[in-house]
């Protein structure tokens, strides 16, 4: 227990000697962390409250474009300017100055409105209220687009937005005409409403309660626990650094000549670096609390989760120190342990979801994702931050961290032996 | 009492051995010098004996102990002074020696008292609090040699311990090993300073490709050499003259 001390002691020592070190084990992540709230939360508020400037080029002037225009400005999201011409929108927004151009055909109500029609006289036709069939053989309406213009360099996601919205806003046209079709056929005049043309289905999104209080979450739920636990894992760097030091410096060949056991050396590392990564995330805390209100961003709420959130740190912290004791153990140089290291953490990082949500990776990447440890500690902080979980529900993702400290630790313990056996 | 027995090591990738056939016995309370130009294998053999390497073939005990059988207290038993400082040098004089200490067992008052006395024989007590990085080559091999013998060993391996140091460093590190000695401490001991190891140790060995050419009391080797006035011209005389460059 002495020895176990002792080494800790000299490792709490050691790193406070090194204010480079310290930089980096303490500064860097609050760094990450306020900037990367900061993109992400002006980049929501972007979407939100300010307008996107697109081009729009109508070229039907009839009822339909009149409604899209409608649909656009009223959604607050977009500025819409006016382009003369399909070619010109095109040229601008291939060359980045606007992100969108759409671009309304010919005619297009007018084809609408036919098309509606002939269906509309068709079904009235089948139950004997109209004098005349029209045949199928009779003028066929050609089919329209709405043609859509995308900066190469637009986000899928906002292309994606964009056309659901589009698609959206064309149906209630196409339900609307319809509706009016039936109308005038029926011989109703059409400011008295016999249809209500009102979305019948809507949808609530039911978020998680606590003590009968929404959880809503926002940009700092989201991302401290992320970028914590990313700080946390870069812990690998500094420790597998400390450890290849001691062997270049002679340190590590007069420690296996002392009565004292691996596992001790290692204690006394995971004893401080553990410490290290539970001060880090501290101090994280710290900043959604009170320094992100006062910079603009959301609060990081942390009510009655304090308890969990250090429990999921700690083991994560535990998970950390076993991959980076594991890297120092094999790693010859630092050149070796510190880019891949710093490399493999990024690696851990994106197939934990730290960057893109697991869920809409591929397969293969998905199935990869269950074995990072960065994946069952984001989900260990999402279950206490974000869905209001208990210590039993987070017990398999802190089970699966402790087990890769322990696996990682005794991969190191024989590997040493079997490299130092004399 | 050192024994060893047809002691080999070859390296792995190495044309030959560093160490061969090599039988040796170390009575106790000698100061044993082992000298050899570069790559004469003096290194390997002190890493053999102080559990850092593991020998090809061969066998070797200490006080009737072996590393198979009982690492520990073969631990317990020995010192190592690497040639390397093997030390922090962010840490002060008096935590490295606090820490290694500790890695023997020792620790509170009768540590500090121990490594409070070490100090002042080697002339280092104004210092014990200083960073090592601060520390000239003389001091640093000082701290290094208190590393290895504060928890009194009885067999103390040097490799050597006098290497880059200056004259006044070189003579207090050798009048404490002699005091070591003389309270009971067997020492084996490297170096190339051949004056001072004819006139340090109680018997050498000199050791070329692995093997020991001779071996015997510094004043014996030196009489039973034709024209040899000292240790030096009976070591040119039996290694060659011709530089020993290897990588």
Same mark, same amino acid.
């Not at chain 1, 900066?151 to 986000?155: G, I, L, V, Y």
């Not at chain 1, 109703?188 to 019948?200: G, R, Y």
């Not at chain 1, 974000?386 to 208990?390: C, D, E, F, T, V």
């Given at each position: 227990m002495h020895k176990l001390l002792a080494s800790a002691y000299k490792e709490v020592v050691l790193l406070s000697r090194d204010i480079g070190g310290i930089a980096i084990l303490f500064i860097m992540p609050l760094v990450l962390v306020i900037t990367i709230t900061l993109i992400q939360d002006s980049s929501f508020k972007t979407i939100n409250n300010t307008q996107i400037p697109i081009l729009i080029v109508d070229n039907d002037r009839g009822s339909v474009s009149e409604s899209i225009f409608e649909g656009l400005t009223s959604s607050n999201t977009f500025e819409i300017i006016k382009s003369a011409s399909e070619e010109e929108a095109k040229g601008a927004v291939f060359k980045g100055d606007y992100q969108l151009a759409i671009v309304i055909p010919k005619t297009l109500s007018d084809a609408l409105q036919k098309k509606v029609d002939r269906n509309v006289e068709g079904i009235l036709a089948q139950f004997g209220l109209e004098d005349e069939v029209p045949s199928a053989s009779a003028e066929r309406t050609t089919q329209k687009e709405i043609r859509l213009y995308f900066?190469?360099? =637009?986000?899928i996601t906002f292309k994606s937005s964009v056309k659901n919205g589009i698609d959206k806003m064309i149906s209630q046209i196409e339900t609307q005409s319809i509706y009016k079709a039936f109308q005038q056929q029926i011989g @109703? @005049?059409?400011? =008295?409403?016999?249809? @209500? =043309?009102?979305?019948?289905i809507s949808f609530k999104e039911i978020v998680p309660t606590k003590d009968d209080q929404d959880i809503l979450p926002n940009s700092a739920q989201h991302n401290v626990p992320a970028w914590a636990l990313f700080a946390i894992f870069f812990i690998i760097v500094p420790l597998s650094i400390n450890m290849v030091k001691e062997k270049t410096q002679g340190t590590f060949v007069r420690l296996r000549t002392n009565p004292v056991n691996y596992v001790t050396v290692l204690g006394g590392k995971t004893i401080v670096y553990v410490g290290v990564c539970l001060i880090q995330f501290t101090f994280m805390l710290l900043v959604g609390v009170y320094l992100f209100p006062s910079i603009g961003l959301p609060k990081l709420d942390i009510s009655g989760r304090l308890p969990l959130l250090f429990v999921v740190a700690a083991f994560a912290g535990l998970a950390a120190v076993g991959l980076g004791l594991l890297l120092g153990t094999v790693a010859k140089t630092q050149e070796q342990s510190a880019p891949f290291g710093a490399t493999f953490v990024v690696i851990l990082a994106a197939l934990g979801g730290v960057w893109v949500p697991v869920f809409i990776m591929p397969k293969f990447m998905q199935l990869l994702s269950n074995l990072s440890p960065m994946n069952w500690g984001l989900n260990g902080f999402y279950d206490v931050f974000?869905?209001?979980?208990?210590f039993w529900e987070i017990l398999p993702e802190i089970s699966l961290l402790l087990l890769f400290f322990i696996i990682t630790t005794i991969i190191s313990i024989v590997y040493n032996e079997r490299k130092n056996a004399v | 009492m050192i024994e060893i027995h047809q002691l080999s090591k070859k390296y792995k990738g190495a044309e030959g051995f560093s160490v061969e056939n090599l039988d040796l016995r170390v009575e106790d309370q000698e100061i044993f010098g082992l000298l050899g130009p570069n790559g004469a294998g003096k290194t390997t053999l002190i890493s053999i004996l102080s559990s850092l390497l593991r020998p090809t073939s061969g066998s070797f005990s200490i006080n009737g102990l072996t590393f198979q059988e009982n690492k520990n207290e073969l631990k317990q038993l020995i010192g190592i002074v690497p040639q390397e400082y093997a030390l922090y040098p962010t840490l002060t004089a008096f935590e490295n020696l606090s820490y290694f200490g500790s890695m023997y067992g020792l620790q509170g008052n009768a540590l500090r008292s121990l490594i409070g006395e070490h100090l002042e024989i080697l002339g280092l007590t104004r210092f014990?609090?200083?960073?090592?990085?601060?520390?000239s080559g003389g001091m640093k091999r000082r701290v290094n040699l208190i590393a290895s013998i504060l928890h009194s060993p009885k067999i103390l391996f040097l490799?050597?311990?006098?290497?880059?140091?200056?004259v006044q460093s070189k003579n207090v590190i050798i009048d404490h090993l002699k005091q070591l000695n003389k309270e009971g401490a067997t020492i084996i001991y490297t170096s190339h300073h051949l004056n001072e190891a004819e006139n340090f140790c109680s018997r050498v060995a000199i050791i070329d490709k692995g093997k020991i050419i001779t071996k015997g009391v510094p004043a014996d080797l030196v009489s039973a050499q034709e024209n040899a006035y000292n240790l030096e011209d009976v070591f040119l005389t039996i290694t060659g003259k011709a530089l020993r460059d290897h990588a």
């Open positions: 900066d190469p360099a =637009t986000q @109703e @005049e059409e400011d =008295t409403a016999i249809f @209500e =043309t009102d979305s019948f974000l869905r209001n979980a208990s | 014990a609090n200083k960073r090592l990085s601060t520390f490799d050597e311990p006098t290497v880059g140091v200056d």
